[in-house]
């Protein structure tokens, strides 16, 4: 639960500016993670670090990830299902039409929370994994295309769907 703290300290003269600001990092830090879970943290540089393709992407952060799905139901299979549908939308150049893409990556999402709530087909942490991403590629005005973003995102899932046959056991 995020502090809700910061503002009222401010106000009473009790923390200075800098407290104040790191105060609020540290309250939007939390509320992420109660919506993102780990991603948060896994995430921290995302796909760009200082401008460049996070070298970590497609080894390490994906391990990372694939490690979070370990202890539970999901299958390499039913992973290599969700990523179809992202490289259907790539195929089809959805990229383009960034409605499309919002309400496509959404209704992936709404598949995702679906096979979790039969019988956990899916983790909770692979909920937050889509949604972590549908965020970042689609609201995150960080100075990089819509496009040049889900490109990233589907290779990202191309090599979390290879190393799962290496984590996930069928």
Do not use: C
């Not at 670090?49 to 799905?69: M, R, Y």
């Not at 969700?82 to 990229?95: F, Q, S």
């Amino acid at each position: 639960m995020p502090n809700p703290f910061a503002e009222y300290f401010k106000k009473a003269g009790l923390i200075d500016d800098e407290k104040y600001e790191k105060l609020k990092k540290q309250e939007e830090l939390e509320s992420k993670k109660n919506e993102y879970g780990d991603f948060v943290t896994i995430y921290k540089d995302w796909y760009y670090k200082n401008g460049k393709i996070n070298p970590n992407l497609f080894e390490q952060i994906a391990i990372d990830i694939v490690n979070l799905f370990k202890n539970s139901k999901l299958t390499s299979t039913k992973l290599r299902q969700y990523y179809d549908i992202v490289n259907n939308l790539y195929k089809e150049k959805i990229y383009n039409n960034e409605a499309k893409l919002k309400s496509e990556l959404y209704l992936m999402l709404a598949k995702a929370n679906y096979d979790y709530g039969r019988k956990q087909i899916v983790p909770l942490s692979f909920i937050q994994f889509i949604r972590y991403n549908l965020k970042e590629i689609v609201f995150n005005k960080d100075g990089h295309t819509v496009e040049e973003k889900f490109k990233l995102f589907k290779k990202h899932f191309e090599a979390i769907v290879a190393y799962s046959k290496w984590v996930l056991k069928e």
